[in-house]
C-alpha cells in the first residue's frame, strides 16, 4: 500500500508525490513486477525524507506458515537509529489471520508500543482451521527527534488437512448393573474442518458387555454410517 501522497503512473511506471512538510524519515515499498507467464521479480524502493536519517528496519518481507502453527519466530532485526538516538517501535496494523505475540506470550494490538530491543522477540501464533491471505503486521519506528521509518511482515498460511474430531476425545458411560442391562450410547457426531464426515469405523470394543446396533452385535473393522451412531446401545 502506497502513502496517501505517494501515486504510480502506469504510463510512465514512475513514481510521484509530495510529500506533507513534516514528514520525516524512511518510507520502504515492495514492487513486484509479474510477467505473463506468472513469473515474478521483486524489488525493495526506500525513500528517504529529511536530512536526519530514520532507524533501520529490516525491509518488508514475506511469512509463509502452516495453519494451526504456534510461535512462529518473526526474526525481526532490532532497529537503530543511525544518530545513535533511543528508538521506540509502535504497531500499526495486524494481522486478519492469527496473532502477533510479545516474548510474554501477550497478543499486540494496534497501537501497542515497545522498546526496539523487543521487536526481535515476537511470534506469530496462526488461527485454528483457517488459512489463506493473513494480513500484514505493520510496525513503525521512530527515533528521540520524531523521525520515523514503518516496515512489514506480510503472512501467508498454508492449509493443513485436520483429522476428524469428536466433541470430547474421551467420554465416560455409567452402567448401574444390575439395575441396568442396556443403556443408549451418547456418541457425539463427528465433525472434520474440511469436509462432511459420513462414516466411521470401530476399530476397538469394550471387553465387557455387547455393543449392538439395533439389536445387533458390533464387530471390529464394522462402517456405521453418521446417523447409525445414534442406534447403539
Known amino acids: 500500500e502506497l502513502p496517501a501522497w505517494l501515486t504510480y503512473n502506469q504510463d510512465t511506471q514512475q513514481f510521484q508525490g ?3 512538510e513534516d514528514q520525516k524519515g524512511s518510507i520502504k515499498l ?4 509479474i510477467d505473463e507467464f506468472g513469473e515474478t521479480a521483486s524489488k525493495i524502493l ?3 525524507l529529511g536530512d536526519n536519517q530514520a532507524p533501520i528496519l529490516d525491509a518488508p518481507k514475506e511469512l509463509v ?3 494451526d502453527a504456534a510461535n512462529t519466530a518473526l526474526r525481526l532485526t532490532d532497529p537503530i537509529d543511525p544518530e545513535g538516538t533511543a528508538v521506540s517501535v509502535t504497531i500499526l496494523e495486524i494481522p486478519t489471520l492469527g496473532t502477533v505475540l510479545d516474548k510474554m506470550g501477550n497478543s499486540l494490538a494496534i497501537g501497542s508500543t515497545l522498546t526496539a530491543g523487543h521487536l526481535s522477540e515476537l511470534s506469530y501464533h496462526a488461527a485454528i482451521d483457517v488459512n489463506g491471505d493473513g494480513g500484514y503486521f505493520r510496525y513503525q519506528a521512530t527515533d528521540a527527534n520524531g523521525v520515523v521509518a514503518e516496515s512489514s511482515v506480510h503472512f501467508f498460511v498454508d492449509p493443513v488437512n ?3 474430531r469428536f466433541s470430547s476425545q474421551n467420554s465416560q458411560l455409567i452402567i448401574r448393573y444390575p439395575a441396568e442391562t442396556s443403556v443408549q450410547l451418547d456418541v457425539a457426531v463427528p465433525t472434520d474442518p474440511e469436509s462432511t464426515i459420513n462414516q466411521a469405523s470401530v476399530f ?4 465387557l458387555g455387547i455393543i449392538t446396533l439395533d439389536g445387533v452385535a458390533v464387530n471390529i473393522g464394522q462402517v456405521l454410517t453418521i446417523d447409525q451412531l445414534a442406534h447403539l446401545s
Do not use: R, Y
Open 18 to 20: 509530495i510529500p506533507p
Open 46 to 48: 526506500e525513500f528517504q
Open 30 to 33: 515492495l514492487v513486484q513486477a
Open 162 to 164: 485436520d483429522a476428524p
Open 65 to 67: 506458515v502452516s495453519e
Open 204 to 207: 476397538e470394543l469394550p471387553a
